[in-house]
């Protein structure tokens, strides 16, 4: 064994030694008995961790959400297993309104996050601080209600797939067939460093700093095996609960969702069935996109033409040629010259189900909100200046890609008319596991099933 | 007359019509009947408009803000008065829920956007669509409450100053001696474009699409007359109405502000009185300062080391050395070894009236969230990767900044224990004039005075 080796085995003695000290002291949430539910029962806008479900799918829409990518810097499947082990506990205490571990403990890390080479610091009348072990928890939503925060882990395309020709974590051959690789759809403009990662994190909450604080303490547990790869915030703003919001173009966006009230929908289009791997039944995939939108074009537009282009009227969100937003769309109907009611490349039509044969995919639409860019306009009257980044934070559930987003947006990315206005510019493909029961951790049946294979 | 002069002649002509017409059509806000009040009585977050002082200043603080500065491209002085009258007129309506112009005119723009050059549009079938006018109100605030929106206009130095030697808008003799170019303190790293501006609005809401939607409607009003220089939003998630937020270093921020319930503190503090031109009386000297802040490196620091930088106990947001959140700070209390119980370079101390000659600033404390930029650290373990772009979004209101900020973080930039983890990258000095009574615009007396000087 070479030096080199020795100290590898040593480190990894003290990682696992580590890891299995976060979970026992995040609770007793992992593996051990349960806390006492009457905390969480007691604040009636928390939502339930544990279940056959994620929370975060089929849970109604949430005002704000943050979201993460990572990339693993560790080659070792333990590692990431005993990861997921953390984050699970840390996450059931988090969406229950806790701190991320008990504050008492101070900062539990998979692996060492190097703060013991941090210096001693010395102030003012040379007094000196040990910078030793850190806070437990940033602090921010100390004083904050859960406000829904419901935490949604996910697996990208690079967790199962080769590195310079070697299988990274062991887990090439549990790779379900439903997630593939995304095709390069015609308009894609997909920068890498907003697109992939190894793991995905969706935290979604009624307040920006909950779902912020929840994903940064997520991220301080798994400093020392991962780096973040991109985030993207986003917000809904709901006229009333449960009620469609309006994106950034002025038009409601989720009349035609998959409802999430409705089971037989959702077994149908979002959860996974027998057809996937174990670890995935019940779970889904989610496509996110981070879609800009070019505001300052589109509001130069006039109402009947983007009224053409959606396919619905904006202010009634009725559909074009209806008088009420309650009547479903008739795309069958034609004007007394016999042009389409609802124009052939309108935004609707091509996303309905009856234009994919019959796919559905679950939408929750966020609108997101990066301040201006310096941008050459590529429209009349061909201004230069700063221009929103603004636009769509498009996340949508499914329970099979290639029969949910891939078939809605192949033809859509070629002949919507809303396509002028929007650019894709990052995202990705994350199959979400299904939920833990409480004593197990999310995706434990995927390493289960790796560790039986070999 | 040369042709130039003549076609400039016959812009300006067409712009004044175009700018009264805006003023006319945005209801009778501005020298016309009141609309009835009814509509705005009955929507009981709707805060006021027209008053002594502008609301957004001592107005309780809202959770979001939407904050943009603008750079105005035309050199006429008249275009700006009718600038400021258009906005004034669009901001009431804003502020009381509804759309920043009646929906039935399309938008009326002060001077023409250029969208009449906009080509003819062809899809599908050969549907052409005219893109003549565009609509009124981007419309994503259309079933949305007033969320306690208030707008707050500023005018940033440059506005009064000489651009290469000429007095831009006749405005240099009227400029305020408070209004003093800002000195650049220690550690400041102002990014040219982020920072200044001829203009500024601040949108504080509770909702953060009605913030934005209402400075998207000003910047489209104002489009052929200005350009955006900046934005900025910001959020502040309240535990309760009118309790002080934390900030995302996880410490309560506000604690010993200004009580915007205090009308005497107001008066010495924040609004200009009678030393001020007349239409600054009833105003407030807005610095708004984009400050980044480590919060890796933050989180890597100990409780009681981050508690020693504050001056505050974390969790409970008492003063070191205290039980309670209630008592004052007690700047003279030391330990049995004679030191200071709130250390000398403390935070806390040293942003305390007490440690600079009674000076006192109106804070409305936000956080900003932009992602992760790619980031070399400048602290142990020197890692390199994506770092949060995080922090304060710290807007101040004053009487006079040269006894508010400037004499305040004149000695906190040189000896606050907090500067090692935050850096100033942005932001400006502005001069909010008072309010305005209905039927006439923000600003007007300035013009007046202008006006009459020339």
Not at 260 to 281: F, S, T
Request: with cysteine; net charge neutral.
């Amino acid at each position: 064994m070479s030096e080199s080796d020795d100290q590898r085995l040593r480190e990894r003695r003290a990682f696992l030694a580590r890891a299995a000290s976060v979970a026992a002291l995040s609770g007793a949430a992992v593996g051990g008995a349960p806390r006492p539910a009457s905390a969480i029962e007691a604040r009636s806008d928390a939502h339930a961790f544990w279940g056959a479900h994620q929370a975060g799918i089929a849970t109604p829409l949430q005002e704000h959400v943050y979201f993460a990518t990572f990339d693993l810097t560790t080659t070792e499947r333990e590692d990431v297993a005993q990861l997921l082990r953390a984050w699970t506990a840390a996450a059931a205490r988090l969406t229950a309104g806790e701190t991320a571990q008990p504050l008492q403990a101070g900062l539990q890390a998979v692996a060492d996050t190097g703060h013991a080479e941090s210096p001693t610091a010395t102030y003012g009348r040379g007094q000196k601080f040990d910078v030793g072990i850190p806070a437990a928890d940033s602090g921010e939503a100390l004083d904050l209600k859960p406000a829904r925060l419901s935490i949604t882990f996910g697996f990208g395309v690079d967790l199962f797939s080769l590195k310079d020709g070697k299988d990274r974590f062991g887990l090439a051959a549990q790779r379900p067939e439903a997630l593939v690789d995304l095709p390069r759809f015609p308009g894609d403009q997909l920068i890498a460093e907003r697109t992939g990662g190894d793991l995905s994190i969706q935290a979604c909450a009624d307040d920006p700093q909950v779902a912020f604080h929840a994903v940064r303490q997520l991220a301080r547990i798994a400093a020392a095996v991962t780096q973040i790869r991109w985030v993207q915030s986003g917000f809904a703003s709901l006229p009333a609960p449960n009620q469609a919001p309006r994106n950034l173009m002025g038009f409601k966006d989720g009349t035609n969702n998959v409802s999430v009230a409705d089971p037989h929908a959702l077994a149908q289009y979002v959860w996974v069935g027998n057809e996937g791997p174990d670890w995935m039944r019940g779970g889904s995939y989610l496509v996110a996109r981070r879609i800009r939108i070019a505001l300052e074009h589109w509001d130069r537009m006039k109402l009947a033409f983007q009224e053409q282009t959606v396919g619905r009227q904006k202010y009634s969100n009725a559909a074009l040629g209806e008088k009420s937003a309650l009547k479903p769309l008739d795309l069958a109907a034609t004007d007394k010259d016999g042009n389409p009611v609802i124009p052939e490349n309108s935004h609707v039509r091509l996303a309905a189900a009856a234009s994919n044969d019959g796919a559905q995919i679950l939408r929750r639409p966020y609108s997101y909100n990066d301040g201006v860019n310096f941008t050459a306009e590529r429209w009349p009257p061909w201004r230069q200046g700063m221009e929103y980044d603004a636009g769509l934070f498009f996340l949508a559930y499914q329970r099979d890609p290639r029969n949910g987003f891939i078939r809605i947006y192949e033809k859509m990315s070629r002949f919507d008319m809303l396509n002028q206005f929007v650019t894709h510019v990052g995202g990705g493909l994350f199959a979400c596991p299904a939920g833990a029961m409480e004593g197990r951790y999310i995706g434990q049946s995927l390493f289960e099933a790796a560790a039986r294979a070999t």
